[in-house]
């Protein structure tokens, strides 16, 4: 009996031995990692971003990964860990960063560096919404930094008319549809030697468009459609009619033309 009790006895010293042995080196792993320096970020490098600070980028960077990821945050963004755990491939919430269309981040542990990889937004023309506060968008029509008011045909002008909330990283229409509607027909207007001097939003109700050409007619759109066979109508009314002589082309209703 007494043999048995001291058998149980070391069984229970064993297993209090060999728990604390795991939580010492528990603990000491988790204090290399976080404490002893030896996985500390040496250097950063980031690359193609032009449009707001580095450390803005990073931060907003770390932000994202800790809201996906909350507990990156006992890590901390100077750790080399925290970037090998989170996404290499990101695509940053639009109303953190406008600018940025991705984000690539390349960790490497070995040498402790860490790189990003800025993709930005292209200008595709500029918005204005009044006189004073315009803004460059990108192809999808997102609005991703604050503009000079342009003129002239290198790079096009959209002019909004009525109250309109502007905020940066979203599009200056309220359907994707409609600007690729927009985007797509002064593409083939251009194609067409039909050049754009500036194109107005009419109020969003209406959802109407018209653009002004240098010299011309002015056309007048809906946003809610590209007109069929577009291309082959405006090289056939300029074949037939002195575009010069015209005031306006009217394109709104869907299978019908009006000029005047």
Not at 35 to 46: H, R
Not at 117 to 141: L, M, P, Q, S, Y
Not at 181 to 204: A, C, G, H, M, P
């Amino acid at each position: 009996m007494l043999r048995q009790r001291r058998i149980k006895k070391a069984r229970v010293w064993l297993w209090v031995l060999s728990f604390a042995l795991i939580v010492l080196v528990v603990s000491g792993a988790v204090y290399v990692v976080l404490y002893a320096g030896i996985f500390s970020v040496q250097s950063v490098e980031v690359i193609n971003n032009r449009l707001q600070p580095d450390t803005v980028l990073t931060a907003a960077l770390t932000t994202e990964a800790i809201r996906n990821r909350p507990l990156l945050g006992l890590i901390g963004s100077d750790n080399i860990l925290f970037w090998i755990m989170t996404n290499k491939n990101k695509l940053l919430n639009r109303d953190i960063l406008p600018s940025v269309e991705s984000v690539r981040v390349e960790p490497s542990l070995f040498n402790r560096t860490l790189k990003i990889i800025v993709t930005e937004r292209k200008t595709e023309g500029v918005f204005c919404a009044n006189r004073t506060h315009c803004f460059a968008f990108d192809a999808d029509g997102v609005l991703f930094a604050f503009a000079p008011r342009v003129e002239g045909a290198l790079i096009f002008r959209v002019d909004g008319e009525g109250e309109r909330v502007v905020v940066l990283g979203r599009s200056f229409l309220p359907k994707a549809d409609w600007v690729q509607n927009v985007l797509n027909t002064v593409e083939i207007l251009e194609r067409n030697k039909f050049y754009i001097s500036i194109v107005k939003l009419r109020d969003q109700k209406l959802a109407e468009w018209e653009a002004e050409l240098f010299t011309g007619p002015t056309l007048y759109f809906s946003l809610s459609f590209v007109p069929s066979d577009f291309e082959e109508i405006i090289q056939t009314l300029s074949d037939r009619v002195d575009l010069d002589e015209l005031s306006y082309v009217d394109f709104r209703v869907e299978g019908r033309i009006y000029y005047r």
